[in-house]
């Protein structure tokens, strides 16, 4: 039996007796139909999308029965009447030509919708994070806590914008994964968002900044009614922040049409001021 091999699919055929062979023609091509389409998809693929790919194969082969089935009538309309049947034969081998070629676009297409990879450990734009160890975390502001050492330089960030009157408060810091999953399916259900929409404004747990202890969401302590809203940019306390934040190693994780597609969030900063932190949110996303 012959093979077509793609990297997803393995198309068998089966030879037939050809019509035109039966008349004593000879025979340009041998006619084919497909019997099985095997598919090496791996599982992750949705099932719908596998399910709809198997079908073109059949599909094809169905139309180049219709087309065999008539070019079988011709050839015996032909060879009753004497007509020019190398014409005839001609014709065949021309649509069977376009029929092959048909099926091999068929066979490229499903190569050309294969949807790459993601690099990385990625849900729905944001990246898998390690639980911070409880050891290493320390309380930055009333009970929230961060690792060490972003706890310390958010320390001195908050009373260097404190001495030119900026207030700046922390909402929220280190959260496990068991916190993020009340947050991320609690709220979700509650606001009834699909996974999509939830996504766009709260990380999968497992995959939150918070967990890795460097991520904060501040507010100011002037303006509460801004806190985690994007109207959060217009106060004095986020206009400190972009001006000095940098000074004392931390950064906005998602600014305005960020790559990742995650909602733009003034509030939310990290701290990448040690290689464990760079390592963290920079070395993963290379590779
Ligand atoms: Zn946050």
Redesign the pocket.
Known sequence: MPKVNSPQFTIEYEDVPSVRESFGLQNPKPTEKVVRVSSSLPDDIPVAQRETSKQVAPKVASKRWLIYGSLGAIALIASIAGAVVSWQIRQAQFSADASSSAETQAATGQDGTTQSRPKGDVILGHYAYKEAAPTDLEVAEGSIRLKRSAAAAYREMVAAASQSGVNIVLI?GFRSVADQKHLYFGVKAERGQNAQERAKVSAPPGYS??HTGY?I?IGDANVPATNLREDFEKTAAFRWMKANAARYSFELSFPKGNEQGVSY?P??WRYVGDIDSLKTFYKAREN
Request: charge should be negative; charged fraction near 40%.
């Open positions: 929220s900044e918070h991520a969401d969030e509030w939310h």
